[in-house]
């Protein structure tokens, strides 16, 4: 029978002696991870993105942002998911200053 992990969407095949668990066991992921470099995440913006044709900004994560305030000092922009029904729109925000992105201090609540 055939892994899961064996087929060709995963572009690689276990050996045996991966399957049967002999040996020593091994991790790819690090002990630790680098404390001196935090992880930065990736933000693309989308121009004319949005169904009204505004801009929208894209993280590394999936969450999407439109523009919430512009100014002398930057753009603001601010998490797309609204809640329905009585559930709370999301309060994240993301500072663009001179090309650079910062996070703000809500994290997504969805």
Not at 22 to 49: H, M, Y
Request: proline share 6%; glycine share 10%.
């Amino acid at each position: 029978m055939m892994s899961p992990l064996s087929s060709p969407f995963f572009g690689f095949a276990p050996s045996e002696e991966q399957c049967s668990g002999a040996g020593e066991e091994r991790s790819n992921i690090d002990p630790e991870p680098a404390a001196s470099q935090p992880l930065q995440k990736k933000f693309k913006i989308v121009e004319s993105g949005s169904m009204k044709k505004s801009n929208i900004l894209l993280d590394g994560s999936g969450f999407r942002y439109g523009v919430k305030r512009k100014n002398q000092s930057g753009v603001t922009w601010r998490c797309n998911f609204r809640g329905l029904k009585g559930k709370k729109s999301c309060t994240a925000t993301v500072k663009e200053v001179n090309g650079r992105f910062i996070e703000g201090p809500a994290a997504h609540s969805h």
